[in-house]
């Protein structure tokens, strides 16, 4: 009789497991804010204190589609995050494969995807934060002064950039989520070794 009531007790605990992965996935894949994705304490708030097992069971079924979770925290925190710090973060759902980033991108011609990867890595070289005016000289000799402008604003308006009232220039939540910074670094790095060789 223990042994019915045992798997009855595991079959509600899975099924309720199942119900928090349904919800979790609309909350980080739905926009409800300014911007996709959660906050840590809105998980915690809807799934109850054990959320973080929730994200991992649906990030393993995000990873079926290609896609995964990424917590990406509050500006000023540091891996390993703790759990105050954890509510504090957002949580998206993007890309698994760096590669799929080109469908991502529909919608920007080859050139404006040129223009944001020198943009974030020049910026990620000046440690988070450069002048307007020196991302605009830096791409004054390939590009148009007003495409430049545009193209500066386009990525200010989905999320890959924000600029302050100084005219400092910062990656925004979007060059965090969907941009890994050390490859395209990397990557910068060694055309432009292969160029001086």
């Known amino acids: 009789m223990s042994d019915m009531r045992d798997k009855g007790d595991k079959g509600d605990e899975a099924a309720s497991y199942a119900r928090k992965v349904r919800r979790a996935a609309q909350m980080v894949l739905l926009q409800r804010h300014k911007r996709p994705g959660a906050k840590g304490w809105e998980l915690k ?24 979770i990424k917590v990406l925290p509050e500006e000023g925190d540091v891996e390993p995050l703790t759990e105050e710090q954890r509510e504090r973060a957002s949580f998206f759902a993007t890309l698994r494969d760096p590669a799929g980033t080109m469908e991502a991108t529909a919608g920007l011609r080859v050139d404006d995807i040129a223009m944001l990867a020198a943009i974030v890595a020049y910026i990620t070289s000046k440690h988070g934060r450069a002048q307007t005016k020196e991302v605009d000289q830096l791409l004054a000799g390939k590009f148009p002064r007003w495409r430049i ?18 005219g400092i220039l910062r990656l925004d939540w979007r060059s965090m989520v969907e941009i890994d910074q050390k490859s395209l670094l990397s990557l910068m790095l060694g055309v432009e070794g292969a160029k001086r060789e």
Request: net charge negative; hydrophobic share 35%; glycine share 12%.
């Open 149 to 166: 402008e545009f193209g500066i604003q386009r990525f200010i308006r989905r999320g890959y950039l924000r600029e302050d009232e100084e």
């Open 45 to 68: 708030r809807t799934l109850g204190k054990q959320y973080m097992k929730v994200v991992e069971l649906l990030n393993d079924e995000l990873g079926k589609l290609g896609l995964e």
